[in-house]
């Protein structure tokens, strides 16, 4: 593919964990998931029979794990039909570049997104400033700097279908990201939320480790524009999740989920957006 295809030019490790890193967990028969160290992918398909897709590729140097969790889930020389982002930040990009290489699939994300895609835009600095913790202030060692997927990225179809994934919808939820995207199935009601609004509070280290469940919005210091934010979280409650998998976090369903997501949508003010940073009050990125 495009030889100019390259990883972020600030790739690096990020030194941080959680007591999940390195396992996985099925979530109904042909949903999978799996933790990189304080990130999830997600893998749709059944494990022995027809195409599956890949949905976020980790942080950086998540190649060769998620390989092997391949060769476990799919069986040696198994590759997905495309690869599905559901946004460009470095956690979710990390193994894609290196994957893409080795298994030439395409790689689908919503258009807003290729800028940071395609080597063309830095995402804003994460706002180390934000009220919110260590993992904020970390942030500035994250890295910032774009990926290029080059001819590998194509835009998510207008149907809103993805491509080797039926049944699926992708759902445009902007706010973490400008061309964020979530994934859900009506049919049982399975919703990879991605950074919309994710499981555990990030902003709390002992609960990043523990994996603590409790629904939370975005994570706070790469959010850049919180009023699209909070609408993407009404959005997605309409759709009444029975089982979210989002990016950072232990899966939930039921009414854990339910009341959760309704208190965030009611008190998204409150709970999720930070009392002080500086993409609060009128100072949003604009997208
Ligand atoms: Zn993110």
């Known amino acids: 593919m495009d030889e100019q295809m390259h990883e972020s030019k600030d790739n690096k490790f990020i030194p941080m964990t ?10 109904g028969n042909d949903v999978y998931y799996y933790t990189d160290q304080i990130v999830n992918m997600s893998f749709i398909g059944f494990p022995n029979e027809g195409d599956w897709v890949l949905v976020d590729a980790g942080l950086p140097n998540a190649a060769p794990e998620i390989r092997s969790v391949v060769v476990d889930r799919f069986g040696r020389d ?14 979710h990009v990390g193994g894609v570049v290196e994957l893409v290489e080795e298994w030439e699939v395409p790689v689908y994300a919503h ?9 063309e835009e830095s995402y804003p600095e994460p706002d180390s400033t934000v ?18 997927l080059g001819d590998a990225i194509k835009p998510l179809p207008s149907d809103n279908s993805i491509p080797g994934a039926d049944g699926w919808k992708w759902i445009h939820t902007p706010g973490h990201s400008p061309g964020h995207v979530s994934l859900f199935r009506e049919s049982d009601k399975t919703l990879l ?5 994710i499981t555990v509070r990030q902003d709390k280290l002992y609960n990043v480790l523990m994996q603590t469940e409790e629904v939370n919005g975005p994570p706070r210091y790469l959010t850049s524009d919180w ?12 759709l009444q999740p029975n089982v979210v998998v989002s990016g950072h976090g232990h899966f939930m369903e039921g009414e854990k989920l339910t009341k959760g997501l309704r ?17 609060v009050d009128g100072q949003n990125y604009k997208q």
Request: aromatic letters at 10%; zero cysteines.
């Open 78 to 91: 198994s590759k997905p039909s495309a690869i599905i982002l559901t946004h460009g930040h470095f956690d």
């Open 227 to 238: 009023d699209a934010a909070w609408e993407s979280v009404k959005k997605l409650e309409q």
């Open 263 to 279: 208190s965030l949508v009611e008190n998204f003010d409150k709970l999720a957006i930070p009392d002080y940073g500086r993409y």
């Open 193 to 197: 939320s991605g950074d919309a609004f």
């Open 18 to 27: 959680s007591i999940t890193s390195g396992t996985g967990q099925e979530v």
């Open 111 to 119: 258009e807003l997104e290729f800028p940071f895609l395609t080597g």
């Open 131 to 148: 009220e919110g913790g260590l993992l904020a202030k970390l942030s500035p060692m994250y890295p910032n700097q774009p990926i290029n």
